[in-house]
């Protein structure tokens, strides 16, 4: 068990340093779960187990915060929609409330004795000499901006799942003869001598013959087409629209002000300051100096060695339930007696308090006037679309239902499927442009698609009125942009043709360096190439690589180039030899290993979600993220 632990110590100091709250289940997939009905103030249950609102939240913003350091830009709860990042943090909660709900059944447990030692003996909180440091404990849990209470949850929960984890991949490794082979292959090095033939050493071929354009117009079609057009009618219920036209009446606000009056209030918060002693007899004596007039700061010092942690301004759930309500006791400038928790006992000193605040009717009428907007306009777009569903389905036309309902059917002549007129102009005002056009291109001529409803809460119900289908342009009107692709490709085969005329000169035997000195060509030779090593830093041409691997000792191949043609010559192969590097093949032993070992914990995963009713509290997640 102690093991157990110390490897995920391990783990809890990476989670820690990088502020990272779940784990790393997302390749398992998030198929499965059940969307149902809400789960008080859960955001999904598997059988017993239930993930908070607040773990949802914390996961949430945290993929996001790093989506945006890979973009370098911010990113709003919309996006993060409509990039798949909530179904994907529901998908990691359900990963790890499965093994939660499975450490239950199991009955895996873990002693709060068992924790604090733990604690102690992971390496971020240790001081030089490798012993625990309170400071260091307490200063590190501060730059996390987590509580004790966090962390000790966190262990717990890792700690079960760990042996879970281990049960199921123990004994599961790569075959070392597959290591081998696969190391062989991917660090064998070529070695190639090259020259480049210039796009601008070949003559620009003069204007071809009228037949021969026609010619090349007719084999090309397909790059000189005018795209499939489609005429539109649509309907389109904007949230924005509907929004503009709700008015809420202030008794409203009054009546939700007074029934929610509580969501609103500002709990007490408290300055405290604490050190921790490993028995009750040393935290005794400590608590009689403190109750004999004796400095906090002075008995810190003096019982541990260092300063006392000042752990900020918190509210009592932010405390370990062990000694929270006992602080929250205590008067301004007051020290506790000794409190005991899985963390040793606890003595205590508060400084201010910021008394619970209950904000009046004015102070929060504008972002309840804005709610309260929001969900009016939500009901009455929910409303007029489940009525503009109901009469479409009686058989009703667009224009039949948009009389009855008040809305206006919006025509659009002539769109292409990348959402442009035939003038190549952007056609703005549509619907959600991407899942508009998918419907509108995969009906057929007076076809009407169901109604739809987007990522910003719109709806909207699309017909094709016409098609005009994708056609060739006539010559006369594209005739520069034929002229100007023949005469591309009359360069490219006049230099594909003489690269191999000079490869083919070359043969096995032959002297690339006096061939290139005849075209006026200097040469150049590769470094040693790895198969990954396409990039233009390493060669000139991306295809060299891949053809030089595919070549025998001393071949001659050749691979087209931004500006020109290559030919070279296969002039050395390096063999890998995984004998003469044990680390690195270990390594790849290891990445080959843990490969199989994910790809068995899926498996189990997998089972998991078949055995456990997984149940996603959706009204929930569209309030934290704003669906509403």
């Not at 037949?211 to 649509?234: H, I, K, Q, V, W």
């Not at 952007?426 to 987007?454: K, N, Y």
């Not at 009107?477 to 490219?492: G, M, P, Q, T």
């Not at 043969?507 to 290139?516: H, S, Y």
């Amino acid at each position: 068990m102690l093991d157990s632990l110390r490897k995920t110590g391990a783990k809890v100091l990476t989670f820690i340093l990088f502020g990272l709250l779940i784990l790393s289940f997302a390749v398992w997939g998030i198929g499965d779960i059940v969307r149902g009905p809400a789960i008080s103030n859960s955001v999904l249950q598997v059988a017993d187990t239930q993930v908070p609102r607040e773990d949802f939240d914390r996961a949430l913003r945290q993929s996001m915060d790093r989506i945006q350091q890979m973009l370098g830009q911010p990113m709003d709860m919309r996006q993060a929609r409509s990039f798949g990042l909530v179904d994907q943090v529901l998908g990691e909660l359900s990963n790890r409330a499965l093994l939660d709900q499975l450490s239950r059944d199991m009955g895996l447990v873990v002693s709060d004795e068992q924790l604090r030692k733990a604690v102690h003996e992971i390496s971020a909180f240790q001081n030089a000499a490798g012993e625990f440091d309170r400071v260091i404990f307490d200063q590190t849990l501060q730059s996390a901006n987590m509580t004790e209470g966090m962390l000790l949850d966190q262990l717990r929960r890792e700690t079960s799942q760990d042996q879970i984890n281990a049960a199921v991949v123990e004994g599961i490794s790569a075959p070392e003869s597959l290591a081998e082979r696969l190391y062989r292959y991917r660090s064998e090095r070529r070695i190639a001598e090259y020259i480049v033939l210039p796009r601008t050493g070949v003559e620009a071929p003069a204007d071809p013959e009228q037949a021969a354009l026609e010619a090349f117009y007719t084999d090309n079609a397909g790059r000189f087409m005018a795209p499939e057009y489609r005429s539109l009618s649509y309907l389109h219920l904007s949230v924005a629209d509907v929004t503009a036209e709700v008015v809420v009446p202030e008794e409203d606000l009054q009546a939700a002000f007074e029934e929610r009056r509580e969501e609103f209030v500002v709990p007490e918060r408290r300055q405290i300051a604490q050190f921790i002693l490993p028995d009750e007899a040393a935290a005794k004596a400590a608590a009689d100096q403190l109750a004999g007039g004796a400095d906090f700061a002075e008995v810190a010092q003096e019982a541990t060695g260092g300063a006392a942690i000042d752990l900020g301004s918190l509210t009592r759930q932010e405390l370990l339930p062990e000694i929270a309500d006992a602080v929250f006791a205590l008067e301004a400038e007051q020290a506790s007696a000794p409190l005991e928790s899985p963390l040793g006992w606890h003595l205590v000193r508060v400084g201010g308090i910021e008394p619970r605040e209950e904000p009046e009717f004015a102070e929060v009428r504008e972002s309840l006037l804005n709610e309260l907007t929001e969900i009016e306009a939500l009901d009455r777009i929910l409303g007029t679309a489940g009525e503009l569903d109901d009469a479409l389905g009686r058989g009703a036309s667009l224009e039949e239902v948009s009389n009855t309902l008040g809305l206006q059917v919006k025509k659009v002549a002539a769109i292409s499927r990348s959402g442009q007129d035939p003038a190549e102009q952007e056609i703005e005002g549509l619907p959600d442009t991407r899942p508009f056009l998918r419907e509108a291109f995969d009906l057929e001529s007076g076809g009407e698609s169901l109604v739809i409803e987007t990522a910003n809460g719109d709806y909207f119900v699309v017909r094709v009125d016409g098609i005009t289908a994708s056609a060739q342009r006539p010559l006369a009107e594209v005739r520069e942009e034929v002229l100007a692709a023949w005469r591309d490709e009359e360069v490219e085969r006049l230099l594909r043709e003489k690269a191999e005329a000079l490869a083919q000169r070359l043969g096995e035997a032959g002297d690339l360096a006096g061939i290139g000195e005849s075209e006026g060509l200097s040469l150049a030779k590769t470094e040693p190439l790895r198969r990954e090593d396409t990039g233009p830093e390493k060669v000139p041409a991306a295809e060299l690589t891949t053809r030089l691997f595919d070549a025998k000792p001393n071949g001659v191949v050749t691979a087209p180039a931004p500006d020109g043609y290559v030919v070279a010559k296969l002039v050395e192969i390096l063999p890998a030899d995984p004998t003469g590097d044990a680390e690195g093949l270990a390594a790849l032993r290891d990445q080959l290993g843990a490969g199989l070992q994910q790809d068995f914990m899926a498996q189990f995963i997998a089972a998991l979600r078949e055995r456990y009713d997984i149940t996603v509290n959706e009204q929930l997640v569209d309030q934290l993220t704003g669906n509403i």
